[in-house]
């Protein structure tokens, strides 16, 4: 079964939509994973501009995939000691649901390692917090219909807590809710020792799944991990879609062209 393909936004500067839409159509990309602010530089009358989006996507037949960098430029982190710092928090994510129901998607994925710095705190009780603060998100998607995917982050990405695939699961499945998932970023199988058959064992618990090169350069070259890794999804029914993650600030086409055309020739052919 071939899977849906997806590439994230933060490839690209979106004044140059339009040349990236011509990739999307020549390579039968499914659509996007978003990041906000790589549409508007804030966070200002998002919603609004959201629904101008939506409508350009729609009328493109771009299907949107998942909402990420959803704490870009807040300065937020969950071990503040300040009650309306985690209320700001907590009120920041229901707004990216509603953005989520603007683009008709299910999915918003949730990294950051600024977001969940521990600062010294212990780690048990830093889990107890992280688990608390999510199971408040639980009745509300059910009602949405939303998937909250919580995302490891390897250490050399300046992650002190949930850099391990394991760790992630367990905080999972203290929360224990359907809607709240993981999202599997293969940067953890860049820098360490990793049996991504393991994954398999866990798939019920990973719902949605990115694929970057080492510090998220383009996909020229996919390094070995990354073409092992791509292999195995390829031959998984149980894995649907699968997206790919650039960042660059800047837009080269040439370059996205052949990142674009290699992702799809692993996963494809």
């Given at each position: ?8 936004n ?10 990236v839409?011509e990739?999307i159509k020549?390579y039968?990309?499914d659509?996007?994973?978003i990041?906000?602010?790589?549409i508007k530089?804030d ?8 629904r101008?989006n ?16 959803i704490f ?7 071990f503040k000691?300040n009650?309306n710092?985690?209320?700001d ?10 953005i ?5 998607c ?8 600024e977001?969940r710095?521990r600062n ?12 608390d603060f999510?199971v408040?998100?639980?009745k509300i ?26 760790h ?6 203290k929360?224990?809710?359907k809607?709240?998932?993981i999202?599997?970023d293969?940067?953890?199988f ?6 991504e058959k393991?994954?398999?064992?866990n798939?019920?618990y ?8 080492k510090?998220?350069?383009y996909?020229?070259k ?9 292999n195995?999804l390829k ?5 649907k879609?699968?997206s790919?993650?650039i960042?660059?600030?800047?837009t080269?086409?040439?370059?996205l062209?052949?990142?674009m ?5 692993l996963l494809?052919?």
């Amino acid at each position: 079964m071939k899977k849906k393909l997806y590439i994230s936004n933060l490839a690209w500067d979106h004044k140059d939509f339009l040349k990236v839409k011509e990739l999307i159509k020549k390579y039968q990309f499914d659509g996007l994973d978003i990041a906000p602010l790589k549409i508007k530089n804030d966070w200002k009358n998002l919603n609004e501009l959201s629904r101008k989006n939506s409508k350009v996507f729609n009328e493109q037949k771009i299907k949107i995939n998942a909402i990420q960098g959803i704490f870009f430029k807040k300065k937020f982190n969950l071990f503040k000691k300040n009650k309306n710092h985690i209320e700001d928090i907590f009120n920041h994510t229901l707004n990216i649901l509603k953005i989520c129901k603007i683009y008709k998607c299910k999915k918003v994925i949730i990294g950051s390692s600024e977001f969940r710095k521990r600062n010294g705190i212990n780690l048990k009780i830093a889990d107890q917090i992280f688990v608390d603060f999510f199971v408040r998100f639980k009745k509300i998607l059910v009602k949405k219909k939303i998937f909250l995917c919580l995302e490891a982050i390897p250490r050399q990405y300046n992650e002190d807590f949930i850099f391990d695939f394991f760790h992630l699961i367990k905080l999972v499945k203290k929360i224990n809710s359907k809607w709240i998932k993981i999202n599997l970023d293969s940067s953890l199988f860049h820098f360490e020792k990793f049996d991504e058959k393991l994954l398999f064992k866990n798939i019920k618990y990973i719902k949605n799944i990115q694929v970057t090169e080492k510090n998220f350069k383009y996909f020229l070259k996919p390094n070995k991990k990354n073409i092992k890794f791509c292999n195995l999804l390829k031959k998984s029914n149980l894995i649907k879609s699968v997206s790919l993650e650039i960042i660059s600030k800047k837009t080269d086409i040439k370059k996205l062209d052949k990142s674009m055309r290699n992702f799809k020739n692993l996963l494809h052919n």
